[in-house]
Structures are given as C-alpha cells and as structure tokens.
C-alpha cells in the first residue's frame, strides 16, 4: 500500500511509543522511514529499533532548535529527493504542569506546552512542503483533553487544543498542493509520557468500564489508522480528528 514512498515519523522514543507502532505498520506496507529523536539520550533506542530495516535514516530533530530541523529535511532531501508522508508524534509539558490546577500553570510551562506540542506541526509542515512534491500526507497525535476538560492534562488539553485547530488552518492552506493534514485523538496508552502521570491506572480502568468497546486502545490500532491516513486510501479526508478511542469519546451518561 506505501510501496514507493518516503516517509518520516517523529516521535519514537523507545519500542512502546506511538511512532514506533505508527512506523512498524507503515513498514509492514512497503514504505520506507526516516526517524528523527530528541537528544543524544534516544539516539541508542532509534538506532537499535531500526537496526535490521532497510533504507532507513536517523537524524537528531530537537523542534525548538531550527537549525536541526533543516538539517534533518536536508539529511531526507539528499538521501530520498522527495517525501510523501510525515508523522508527528511529538508532546511535552513540564511534569508539574500535569498535576493540580490548571489555573497554576505558569508561562513558562504554558509557553514550552504550545511550542513543543502544537507550534512543531505548522513548524514541520512548512520545511515538508517543498519535499511533498506529487502531494503528500501529514499525520499528527491528538488527545479528548483537547476538547472536554480531563483531570490533570491541564496545559495539555490547551496544547492539544491548537494542535487540531493547526491541522484544520494547515489542511486549508496545503489542499492545493494535495498534502492532507489529519490529526488522530488517541484513547490513553502506557507509553514513556503516560508513564509517572498520576491515577494513569485509575484512568485506564475507566476507560475499560465505560467504552463502547469496554477495552483500551493498543498502540498498534491508532499505527494502523496512521497508515490509513498516510495511504491513498483515505485521499479524500483532511483536517479531520479521526478518534481511535474504542468509542470513549461517543458517551454522555
Ligand atoms: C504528554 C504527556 C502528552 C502525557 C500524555 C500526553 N498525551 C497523552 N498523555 C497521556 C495522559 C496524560 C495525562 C492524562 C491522561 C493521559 C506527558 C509528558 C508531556 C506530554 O491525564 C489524566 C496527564
């Protein structure tokens, strides 16, 4: 299904992260991965993980440092001359912006939120651009907190919030040149962020006890919906959220 195209994934920290199971099925349908990580500290993860595939190429890409971002588009430009799908799964939040009251977020926390979180979508499209030569697809990582007000995601939720309105802004502005912008509001998944938030057990329980599917989401479903919204089969849909949440987000009382 992506036989023939170029694709570079953000995000992958270590074998349990969204991007990685977003690249495992983007993989499994022939296409071929470019890996950015954050910091020397996940160079060894990205590196083993990737270590038995083909063609690929890892680069650091640190968002709030411009020059690495070129670089990192350049290192894609020399190595494959084109791109055809970028996924962006990419958060952070100061840890005590995640707990107590939002009202005591400070601008600081409040500031890194938006910039790493929602800023780095319109952030990497703009350098995607000229890359997505034959049009293209941009995948990016939502949350429901970014709608309904969850307990503790706090400056999350505000992040999230102008993460899906950028997806709408940019699938306005790349429709002409056949680049697709989705967003996908994933239900909760033990991963290395979820990992130290408070009650995350508590609220995976919650999720099981009142979801249609009365289950969790696996990392494996929202790669697979990824690979959805990268392949041509859903060549009609941009600016979309598209839940993968077992149904949480349809339920009233
Ligand atoms: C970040 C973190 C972004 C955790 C995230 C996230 N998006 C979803 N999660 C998991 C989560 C977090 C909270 C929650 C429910 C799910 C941590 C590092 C910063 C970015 O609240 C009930 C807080």
Redesign the pocket.
């Known amino acids: 299904m992506l036989e023939n195209k170029v694709g570079m994934i953000f995000g992958v920290a270590n074998k349990r992260s969204i991007a990685w199971a977003c690249a495992e099925a983007c993989r499994e349908h022939g296409a071929e991965l470019a890996f950015t990580y954050q910091g020397e500290r996940l160079e060894r993860n990205i590196t083993r993980l990737t270590k038995d595939m083909e063609n690929t190429l890892v680069v650091p890409c640190d968002v709030t440092n411009q020059s690495e971002v070129d670089a990192a588009f350049e290192a894609v430009d020399k190595k494959y001359g084109r791109l055809d799908f970028l996924i962006h799964s990419i ?3 100061p840890r005590e912006a ?1 707990e107590g009251e939002f009202l005591d977020t400070s601008r600081d926390a409040f500031l890194t939120a938006l910039e790493i ?1 929602a800023y780095s979508l319109p952030q990497l499209a703009l350098s995607a651009k000229p890359l997505m030569k034959d049009g293209g697809s941009i995948v990016t990582m939502s ?1 429901y ?1 970014a709608e309904k007000v ?4 706090n400056v ?1 939720g505000v992040a999230k919030s102008a993460l899906e309105s950028s997806t709408r802004y940019l699938a306005n502005d790349l429709g002409k040149d056949n680049i697709r912008v989705n967003a996908i509001s994933a239900g ?1 998944i033990k991963t290395l ?2 990992r130290g ?1 408070k ?2 057990s508590t ?1 995976l329980t919650h999720i099981e006890e009142r979801s249609p599917l009365k289950r969790n989401v696996t990392a494996r479903e929202v790669g697979n919906t990824a690979l959805f919204l990268v392949s041509d089969l859903s060549s009609a849909i941009t600016g979309e959220t598209i839940y993968v949440d077992c149904g949480f987000n349809i339920m009233g009382i």
């Open positions: 958060a952070f939040a995640l979180s949350y907190g969850v307990q503790n995601y999350m909760p962020s979820a938030v009650d995350m609220f």
